[in-house]
T-cell receptor, first 114, second 118 residues
Framework: DAGVTQSPTHLIKTRGQHVTLRCSPI?????VSWYQQVLGQGPQFIFQ???????GRGNFPDRFSARQFPNYSSELNVNALLLGDSALYLC?????????????FGPGTRLTVL | AQKVTQAQTEISVVEKEDVTLDCVYE???????LFWYKQPPSGELVFLIR??????QNEISGRYSWNFQKSTSSFNFTITASQVVDSAVYFC???????????????FGTGTKLQVIP
């Protein structure tokens, strides 16, 4: 069975640009969460989507947005990129949205902002 | 607010030694879940274990064991007879139940980098 997939693997952008990251969950999983992992830190929660609705949002500015599609895949969008947005962006899927469910993580998208 | 503390930033052990990774958490919820994840150099987080707040039984899985103590808000992870393949960053995480409209706001610790030397 395919795991969580993310694209692209690596991305280099310049300040002020916009970026879209993509995630495909494990088949049958309806919840997708996004995390930002800055080098040397643990992942920080950005969003959770379940059944195409936003169910949770972390402490990130409005430049960060996301959506989930009918096939449960998801996009994370970041506008007006800052140098501090450079990080590994992880997508995680789970069967349900509740706290009990373990999350399965993708390999991440490494974003570098110059 | 929930918080997870992993005080050990980096640990180095010689192969076959036992090693314990510490995790201390803070939460005001009575229902919560604790997780351990492994992040090898490839970057992909790998789920290791889940424990709910009502189950304080220790668990053993092969060379891995976990000690959950609510009295000290700790959820420590021990690797017995460490191997080079255990080298990775290990994260402890806390997820709080948020009622009927609950969602998974998972808080991760800063991680412990384990290096097993052959």
């Amino acid at each position: 069975d395919a795991g969580v997939t993310q694209s692209p693997t690596h991305l280099i952008k310049t300040r002020g640009q916009h970026v879209t990251l993509r995630c495909s969950p494990i088949s049958g999983h309806k919840s997708v969460s996004w995390y930002q992992q800055v080098l040397g830190q643990g992942p920080q929660f950005i969003f959770q989507y379940y059944e195409k609705e936003e169910r949770g949002r972390g402490n990130f500015p409005d430049r960060f947005s996301a959506r989930q599609f009918p096939n449960y895949s998801s996009e994370l969008n970041v506008n007006a990129l800052l140098l501090g947005d450079s990080a590994l962006y992880l997508c995680a899927s789970s069967f349900r949205e509740t706290a009990y469910n373990e999350q399965f993580f993708g390999p991440g998208t490494r974003l570098t902002v110059l | 607010a929930q918080k997870v503390t992993q005080a050990q930033t980096e640990i180095s052990v010689v192969e076959k030694e036992d090693v314990t990774l510490d995790c201390v958490y803070e939460t005001r919820d009575t229902t919560y879940y604790l997780f351990w994840y492994k992040q090898p150099p490839s970057g992909e987080l790998v789920f290791l274990i889940r424990r709910n707040s009502f189950d304080e039984q220790n668990e053993i899985s092969g060379r891995y064991s976990w000690n959950f103590q609510k009295s000290t808000s700790s959820f420590n992870f021990t690797i017995t007879a460490s191997q080079v393949v255990d080298s990775a960053v290990y994260f402890c995480a806390l997820s709080e139940a948020r009622g009927s409209g609950g969602y998974q706001k998972v808080t991760f610790g800063t991680g412990t980098k384990l290096q097993v030397i052959p």
